[in-house]
Structure formats: structure tokens, C-alpha cells
């Protein structure tokens, strides 16, 4: 099966920091999403981003497809953003099955 | 659109009992599926929908576990007889393949714990 392996496993920001996460996989894939998992184990939808980039407030994302990676972009980061940011691809022709990554866990210290 | 729903929210049980959780998806979505999300193994996929109709259920972990979806609202997922190390949080999920756009939309889950 695909192989999501996302970058770094944990990671601790001061109110304010911007931090880059990575998302590396292993076959074409046609759709891949990130998640942020709240401290309330709530699954919460940050982008679906199958190729290009998307910006929605202080959050970025870029796939590039052909070179089988991902990154998320948090700027001017605060408390809330604090939690586990999940990478999960759909391998081409896998029909719908999302196979996620281990995640990557983020405090956001005030 | 209310999302996805799942309920209990919590379910504690003791080990033999029978288990059912159940999901509502999004209307208009014909894709549900069902992950289960543990320290151990992360979330994994156990078991999917199309139309109603299960087309992989290769994730199920044995046969103690069985799914089904009646109509297009609703779908359940029973453990029988439960064990604890089928403690886990269970998530349905479900999508609509339009316009070739697959994003998955995450109920709150179901924290089980069996005793």
C-alpha cells in the first residue's frame, strides 16, 4: 500500500512562530487532505489539496504532486492551533480509501 | 448541514457484551466509511460504503466485527462480543464522488472503552 510519512513527529511553538509541516508520500495519489485533530479528538477538515495551493486565513497549503510531497503553513501561530495535524492520501484508483500518516503534534505555548 | 453523526459519544462496556455504534453521513453523500483511531496503530480504515453496499471491508479486524448500512442515512457498526483491546475511538466518515472532488468529512466519533 501507499506510504504517508509526515515531518516532524512533534513540534513546540511560541505564541507568534510560523512553522512548516511536511507530508511525504509514496505513489500518485488523486485527492489528500490535512486534518487538525483538537484536543477535543475532533477530526476538523483544514484542506483538501490534491495539487496547487490553497491559503484559507493563517493557513497555507502546497502539494506537489509529481514530486510526492505536501506542506502546511501555519504564520502567526496561537494557542488554539495547538494538537495533531494528520496528512491522509487516496492512492490513484484506490477508490476512496484515505490511508493517513502517524501525525505530527504541535503545542503552541503563550 | 448538521455533518456527520455518530453516536454514543462514549460507550463503556465490559468484555462479551455486544456493541453497536451508529452513523448518520451527510445527505446526498454515497460513500461512508468507518476508521478506527488507536495509540498503537493511528487511524486505520476498517470498513467502506457505496450505495449502501460494502466494498471493502479488508480492514475489519476479525470477525467479531460487522458492519452494515440499511439506507442511505444510517449505518451501524457492532462489536460482538466486545474485548478490551477493541478500546478505541471509532469515526465514520462519509463523501460524495461529484465533479471528481473526494473529500472526506469526519463525524465526532465514539470513545469505547470495554472493560
Known amino acids: 500500500g501507499i506510504q504517508v510519512e509526515q515531518s516532524p513527529p512533534d513540534l513546540i511553538l511560541q505564541e507568534g512562530a510560523n512553522s512548516t509541516l511536511r507530508c511525504n508520500f509514496s505513489?500518485?495519489?488523486?485527492?489528500l487532505q490535512w486534518f487538525h485533530q483538537n484536543p477535543w479528538g475532533q477530526l476538523i477538515n483544514l484542506f483538501y489539496?490534491?495539487?496547487g495551493t490553497k491559503q484559507n486565513g493563517r493557513l497555507s497549503a502546497t502539494t506537489v504532486a509529481t514530486e510526492r510531497y505536501s506542506l502546511l503553513y501555519i504564520s502567526s501561530s496561537q494557542t488554539t492551533d495547538s494538537g495533531v495535524y494528520f496528512c491522509?492520501?487516496?492512492?490513484?484508483?484506490?477508490?476512496?480509501?484515505?490511508?493517513f500518516g502517524k501525525g505530527i503534534t504541535l503545542s503552541v505555548r503563550p | 448541514d448538521a455533518g456527520v453523526i455518530q453516536s454514543p459519544r462514549h460507550e463503556v462496556t465490559e468484555m462479551g457484551q455486544e456493541v453497536t455504534l451508529r452513523c448518520k453521513p451527510i445527505?446526498?453523500?454515497?460513500?461512508l466509511f468507518w476508521y478506527r483511531q488507536t495509540m498503537m496503530r493511528g487511524l486505520e480504515l476498517l470498513i467502506y460504503?457505496?450505495?449502501?453496499?460494502?466494498?471493502?471491508d479488508s480492514g475489519m479486524p476479525e470477525d467479531r466485527f460487522s458492519a452494515k448500512m440499511p439506507n442511505a442515512s444510517f449505518s451501524t457498526l457492532k462489536i460482538q462480543p466486545s474485548e478490551p483491546r477493541d478500546s478505541a475511538v471509532y469515526f465514520c466518515?462519509?463523501?460524495?464522488?461529484?465533479?471528481?472532488?473526494?473529500?472526506?468529512?469526519f463525524g465526532p466519533g465514539t470513545r469505547l472503552t470495554v472493560t
Open positions: 466518515a462519509s463523501t460524495m464522488k461529484g465533479g471528481g472532488i473526494h473529500e472526506q468529512y
Open positions: 505513489d500518485s495519489v488523486n485527492n
Open positions: 489539496i490534491p495539487s
Open positions: 491522509a492520501v487516496e492512492r490513484t484508483g484506490a477508490n476512496s480509501k484515505l490511508t
Open positions: 445527505s446526498g453523500h454515497d460513500y
Open positions: 460504503f457505496n450505495n449502501n453496499v460494502p466494498i471493502d
